[in-house]
């Protein structure tokens, strides 16, 4: 069974920084490409920011290039998003999935994300 463990999210002042972290398990977690996205309060799913496999290729929204890092340990099943310079707008539940920008699958439950003064 596929499963994902989100977590690190929390509330934030803006301009200041997250790390999520998901731990991945019931796959071969170094062959795939791995995905975050995100769903704000109203709105559909976002597509956030993919990985590839072994790490080196590396892909973000206009939204949040320059500000989120992604990254992975394939070593401990875990992918993970820094998130530097947060907005308001940032404010989402955050899912990590399986798969690239356009085949993910398999969410996790997501952590929530709040950016609020």
């Known amino acids: 069974e596929v499963q994902f463990v989100e977590s690190g999210g929390g509330m934030v002042q803006p301009g200041g920084s997250l790390r999520l972290s998901c731990a991945a398990s019931g796959f071969t977690f170094y062959t795939s490409p791995m995905t975050w996205v995100r769903r704000a309060p109203g709105k559909g799913p976002e597509w956030v920011t993919s990985i590839s496999s072994s790490g080196i290729n590396v892909y973000y929204a206009d939204s949040v290039k320059g500000r989120f890092t992604i990254s992975r340990d394939n070593a401990k099943n875990t992918l993970y998003l820094q998130m530097n310079s947060l907005k308001p707008e940032d404010t989402a539940l955050y899912y990590c999935?399986?798969?690239?920008?356009?085949?993910?699958?398999?969410w996790g439950q997501g952590t929530q994300v709040t950016v609020s003064s």
């Open positions: 999935a399986r798969g690239g920008k356009f085949d993910f699958t398999d």
